[in-house]
């Protein structure tokens, strides 16, 4: 099992940049698919990315594509959010995920383990 830690919300104007980490427990951190997932309110929670644990393949939503980078840094056992250009669309908790094995990287139901959130506000 593995523990996650998010940090490094905020607010912040629109167009302006922050970054997001999330500090995870455990060695095996390497061997985790890691996401981001965000939930607006009133809304479900969307992917946002996501990263493999050793090819550091990256998937991004189509909202986020070109803005958002998903990054990771195994010996630290971190993994990061960098948001440029960020929109008021953008406001929402926003949450890291793990998974290990094959599971949908797009479905939260097929992640495992969950950080506590870090909330995120655009102001227009």
């Known amino acids: 099992q593995v523990q996650l830690v998010e940090s490094g919300g905020g607010l912040v104007q629109a167009g302006g940049s922050l970054r997001l980490s999330c500090a995870a427990s455990g060695r095996t951190f390497g061997t985790y698919t890691m996401g981001w997932f965000r939930q607006a309110p009133g809304k479900e929670r969307e992917f946002v990315a996501a990263?493999?644990?050793?090819?550091?393949?990256?998937y991004y939503a189509d909202s986020v594509k070109g803005r958002f980078a998903i990054s990771r840094d195994n010996p630290k056992n971190t993994l990061y959010l960098q948001m440029n250009s960020l929109k008021p669309e953008d406001t929402a908790v926003y949450y890291c995920?793990?998974?290990?094995?094959?599971?949908?990287?797009?479905?939260?139901?097929?992640?495992?383990?969950w950080g506590q959130g870090t909330l995120v506000t655009v102001s227009s």
């Open positions: 990263i493999r644990g050793t090819a550091s393949l990256t």
């Open positions: 995920g793990a998974q290990l094995g094959f599971g949908s990287l797009y479905n939260e139901r097929d992640y495992t383990n």
